[in-house]
Every structure is written in structure tokens, then in C-alpha cells.
């Protein structure tokens, strides 16, 4: 059974950093991918920043060059650094494992107001 954990999600204010971790356990054979996916309140989940096993990234367009995305492969733990932040990036974030099956962590609030 695989488990995801997040941390690291709470209060920042506008222009605030946060880092978030999320470490999986369990039965991992071998890792395609991991990532960030957050949602906000009455909108649908999206992609926010994704690391093959080979190292590379992808980003959305509305996080590019303010989230920084990275990998730990002993433990398999992916980091969210996410600087300059904004009111709109208040959502629930979750951690995502690509192995030959998807696997979610039970997400993590990340909420930035004044």
C-alpha cells in the first residue's frame, strides 16, 4: 500500500513564501513522476508543477518562475517552493505519485491573504 504526506501548507501573506514536502512510502517499484496539484474553492483541480524520475519539470504557466519544484529519491520526496505568492494561489494542494498506478495525498490548504 502507498502512502503520500504532505506538510507544509498554512497562512502567508501576499508576496510570502511557503514549502511544501510530501514523502511516499509503501510499496513503490518504480517512480514515472511526482507532482503538485492544487484546488481552489469551486474550481477543478489543476496541474501546478510536475518531476519525472529523470529530473524534468514542468510548470504551469501561472506559477513559472515564482514555484520551484524538486526531488529527494532516498526517501521518494517531492518539494513545492513557492515564493512571491499570491491571493489566487490560495487553494488545496495535493501531492501526486505516477508509479504504473496514480496515487493523491489528502492534500495540504495553502492560504494567502493579508
Known amino acids: 500500500q502507498v502512502q503520500l504526506v504532505e506538510s507544509g501548507g498554512g497562512l502567508v501573506q501576499p508576496g510570502g513564501s511557503l514549502r511544501l514536502s510530501c514523502a511516499a512510502s509503501?510499496?513503490?517499484?518504480?517512480?514515472?513522476?511526482m507532482g503538485w496539484y492544487r484546488q481552489a474553492p469551486g474550481k477543478q483541480r489543476e496541474l501546478v508543477a510536475t518531476?519525472?524520475?529523470?529530473?524534468?519539470?514542468n510548470y504551469a504557466d501561472s506559477v513559472k518562475g515564482r514555484f520551484a519544484i524538486s526531488r529527494d529519491n532516498a526517501p521518494n520526496t517531492v518539494y513545492l517552493q513557492m515564493n512571491s505568492l499570491k491571493p489566487e494561489d490560495t487553494a488545496v494542494y495535493y501531492c501526486?505519485?505516477?508509479?504504473?498506478?496514480?496515487?493523491w495525498g489528502k492534500g495540504t490548504l495553502v492560504t494567502v491573504s493579508s
Open positions: 509503501g510499496s513503490i517499484f518504480r517512480i514515472y513522476a
Open positions: 518531476i519525472t524520475s529523470g529530473g524534468s519539470t
Open positions: 501526486n505519485l505516477q508509479t504504473n498506478m496514480v496515487y
